[in-house]
């Protein structure tokens, strides 16, 4: 009784998350939709620098990390060894939109601090000791999730992963959000402090800034509170639920912020000439400064 009560349970949860991820990648896909105008202008007239590739990588691999957990949910055939080939794809592929994402943000508060030589040096160094600091996190606690066949042919596979590992990295992340956060805010502090001198551009792109790192950073906490206080049966796919929204998440703040402000550096550009361009900002400059 007992058993059948715990697979009853297990296939609530497994249906109810296979629905959580379809609710997330079709809110993905409708915006990309609905944005497909905007995303064509944007990739063939803005300029090819740091930032845009980095807009890039998390626009596309997104596509394919969902792809990915779409397969893994509604293949209740597939294979062990196939699970444990697209689970460790997807660990990679979150990873690397994460950081791209947080690559992102961090150019951004670089162009509202003008790119100061000590503020670029700082971030330079805190994003070496943050990869560092990672790669000895996942050497030292290698433990790969442990991939099992579901029980139910509602789901292929489920993992396991180590609890500790996962929030030590996302307190990592957390690290870094803060110190670009405080960053960012303190120019909105002192641009406000000020007073004189108003510049729309410049506002828009503070605003920017701290809107989406402060929602990035709120679910980052999400993730470690979860995943540190989450004891209930299953809760390992909930965590992991989690983990892939807070990606998700991530590349959507980061895409719509980027096109946002390059529509507003065009729009700018056309009403009135503006002195303190995205283009001195190396962020996704759709019109020449050159006369």
């Not at 980061?254 to 065009?266: F, P």
Request: charged residues 10%; positive net charge.
């Amino acid at each position: 009784m007992s058993s059948t009560t715990n697979i009853l349970e297990l296939g609530w949860v497994l249906w109810g998350l296979n629905y959580a991820n379809m609710a997330v990648t079709t809110s993905w896909a409708y915006d990309s939709f609905l944005t497909l105008a905007d995303e064509v202008a944007f990739l063939t007239q803005s300029q090819w620098k740091l930032a845009k590739l980095l807009y890039v990588a998390c626009r596309y691999l997104t596509c394919g990390y969902l792809t990915l957990e779409m397969l893994v949910a509604f293949q209740p055939m597939m294979s062990i060894h196939m699970c444990q080939v697209i689970y460790s794809i997807n660990s990679y592929l979150g990873t690397l939109i994460v950081v791209c994402a947080e690559g992102v943000f961090l150019i951004r508060v670089c162009a509202i601090w003008g790119f100061r030589r000590s503020v670029v040096i700082l971030f330079s160094i805190s994003a070496l000791m943050y990869v560092i600091a990672a790669t000895v996190v996942v050497w030292i606690i290698r433990s790969p999730p442990a991939i099992t066949k579901s029980p139910i042919p509602v789901t292929s596979c489920l993992e396991t992963g180590n609890d500790k590992t996962i929030i030590i990295l996302y307190v990592i992340l957390v690290a870094a959000e803060i110190q670009i956060w405080a960053f960012a805010l303190y120019k909105v502090a002192a641009s406000y402090w000020r007073g004189g001198g108003r510049n729309r551009l410049l506002e828009q792109l503070i605003h920017h800034n701290m809107i989406y790192l402060t929602c990035g950073l709120v679910f980052s906490f999400g993730v470690i509170l979860t995943t540190a206080r989450l004891n209930v049966s299953y809760g390992f796919m909930i965590e992991r639920f989690l983990r892939n929204w807070q990606v998700t998440v991530h590349a959507f703040l980061v895409t719509k912020m980027y096109r946002g402000l390059w529509k507003a550096d065009q729009r700018h550009a056309l009403l009135e000439p503006v002195s303190f361009s995205l283009a001195t900002f190396q962020a996704a400059p759709g019109v020449s400064t050159q006369a």
